[in-house]
């Protein structure tokens, strides 16, 4: 590899005996040299701390892959969606979990804590968006992409995987949204699907797109035949089925290059009553494929 540049990038060096084992947080570059042929192993740690890191950390494989940062792994987005079902028998279900599980249950009454469910959440939907199997073109043996429609495409068990996942995310936001709200610093309720969760899915949309969009134009591959072209096809169609997004999406084109909340933080109260939250604006949701 080039030599990377040391007034962009800080460095440490760490040695590491036969036996040790080092965790890292997600987005971490890094690499091995050893003193002779050895075998390193690796893998991906799943914590609920850097849970939005590595959300974020699929998006830039899936966008910029073969760079600086790891191929496809199709084992990452299955684990995605483990979390969310957990989540989802645990709130939703409820159906407790205990044990070492617990770890990975989020506080429904800390701000940050819902920043990360909302970021899972997001990722459900945008599943066949970064998928490199909803581009990649088998039968294209060119170096260049292709814009031709993907071929085999997703799997058929993988897509009700993502159907399934994507149908278990609008019930988890539903119990939350029923269950609690957004306080402002004035004391008074907001309006969370509207004010927080829209807002917060359209900057991840946009987000992505800038993100794509900009290493499209470095030469940057990523996923093999993922044309911009074909990429915002698939992305409209994660958006279409809600007013509220397309509302946020006109907000948001000035493409931002950052996928964290920058509006200010807000107390979650529970409600003492639960009061069901409006079926209108998770049907659209579920009517995605």
């Not at 019930?171 to 004035?186: A, G, V, Y």
């Not at 109260?269 to 409006?278: E, F, G, H, K, Q």
């Amino acid at each position: 590899m080039e030599r990377p540049d040391p007034n962009i990038w800080c460095f440490e060096g760490i040695l590491l005996e036969p036996g040790m084992r080092l965790r890292m947080c997600p987005q971490t570059p890094h690499w091995v040299v050893t003193v002779k042929p050895s075998i390193c192993r690796g893998g991906h740690f799943y914590c609920f701390s850097t849970l939005g890191e590595t959300v974020i950390g699929l998006y830039r494989t899936w966008a910029l892959g073969g760079v600086i940062t790891n191929t496809n792994h199709d084992p990452s987005r299955l684990l995605l969606i483990r979390i969310m079902y957990l989540w989802h028998r645990h709130f939703v279900l409820e159906e407790k979990v205990t044990g070492y599980l617990s770890n990975h249950i989020p506080n429904l009454e800390c701000f940050d804590d819902i920043l990360v469910v909302f970021t899972l959440a997001i990722a459900m939907e945008l599943l066949n968006v970064v998928d490199y199997q909803t581009y990649r073109v088998e039968t294209n043996l060119s170096d260049h992409n292709s814009e031709l429609q993907a071929e085999p495409g997703l799997p058929s068990l993988l897509l009700l995987q993502y159907v399934d996942a994507r149908a278990k995310s609008p019930q988890l936001l539903h119990f939350f949204f029923s269950n609690f709200e957004f306080i402002d610093d004035s004391d008074v309720a907001i309006d969370g699907p509207k004010e927080i969760y829209y807002p917060f899915f359209a900057q991840h949309a946009a987000a992505l797109f800038s993100m794509k969009k900009k290493g499209y134009n470095q030469g940057i591959r990523g996923a093999r035949d993922c044309t911009m072209l074909k990429f915002d096809h698939e992305l409209q169609l994660a958006i279409a089925g809600s007013t509220y997004f397309k509302e946020a999406m006109v907000q948001l084109k000035q493409e931002p290059d950052t996928f964290e909340w920058s509006d200010g933080k807000y107390t979650i109260r529970r409600l003492s009553t639960p009061i069901p939250c409006s079926a209108d604006w998770w049907l659209p949701l579920l009517s995605i494929t």
